[in-house]
């Protein structure tokens, strides 16, 4: 007499294996790979090492020797004359600083001229100021490192300044109808400037009143 078989343990291994697979063929159960176990062994022994490696490892000389020459593996060498970010800023303050340090300005005199021009000496620049009509004007401004020559003509009341830079247009500018002591005080500074400047003098850190008196004597000539 036939057993009969009431669930799928009491089926033989084989019979049991048989029905596996037919389910396995048709779709209803999924498929189970067998892994080669070389495999498994390289990967349990490649994960084992990664994991015995320090966080941080230090490069060796053989590392660093093949990253430099790879190209673009570093940053370009810094330039140790480039100043930094922070050094720029401050010598910008710095300079915006003195350029506010006036150390002389005059008017011409009206009503020679009927909209008076303006020139204006600091320790960085020379602005020239000429107008026109009533808020219009040409302003002119160049590094005071830049000039090259000034001269003066001087009557009984009343004086000019001619004075040459290679940031003028034609190299030359002329301020008319000055008083006499602000023509001849505006040519003894920009003359002290540029005998200083010839002798390669730094005096941008002098101060204001001792800057004047020097530059003053320094460019003083004979005048009648």
């Avoid at 400047?197 to 320094?218: I, M, N, R």
Wanted: proline content about 6%; glycine content about 4%; charged content about 30%.
């Amino acid at each position: 007499m036939v057993k009969k078989i009431k669930s799928l343990d009491e089926m033989p291994i084989d019979m049991l294996e048989a029905v596996k697979r037919g389910f396995i063929h048709r779709g209803l159960l999924p498929r189970k790979y067998r892994r080669n176990s070389q495999l498994e062994d390289h990967r349990s022994q490649k994960l084992n090492t990664e994991k015995s490696k320090p966080e941080n490892p230090e490069p060796n000389d053989s590392d660093l020797e093949i990253i430099d020459s790879q190209p673009g593996s570093q940053e370009a060498a810094k330039d140790p004359d480039e100043p930094e970010p922070g050094e720029t800023h401050e010598k910008l303050i710095e300079l915006t600083e003195k350029a506010q340090d006036i150390l002389f300005t005059a008017d011409t005199v009206f009503p020679f001229t009927i909209f008076p021009d303006t020139i204006t000496l600091d320790r960085e620049k020379l602005t020239v100021v000429d107008r026109f009509f009533f808020r219009v004007a040409k302003v002119i401004t160049v590094p005071i490192s830049s000039m090259i020559s000034a001269d003066a003509n001087v009557g009984p009341f009343f004086g000019s300044v001619h004075m040459t830079s290679k940031y003028f247009v034609d190299n030359a500018h002329s301020v008319n109808f000055l008083w006499r002591r602000d023509a001849e005080e505006i040519h003894r500074l920009l003359q002290g400037f540029i005998i200083a400047q010839e002798k390669g003098l730094d005096v941008s850190d002098v101060d204001k009143e001792d800057l004047c008196a020097l530059l003053h004597d320094l460019g003083h000539g004979t005048s009648k």
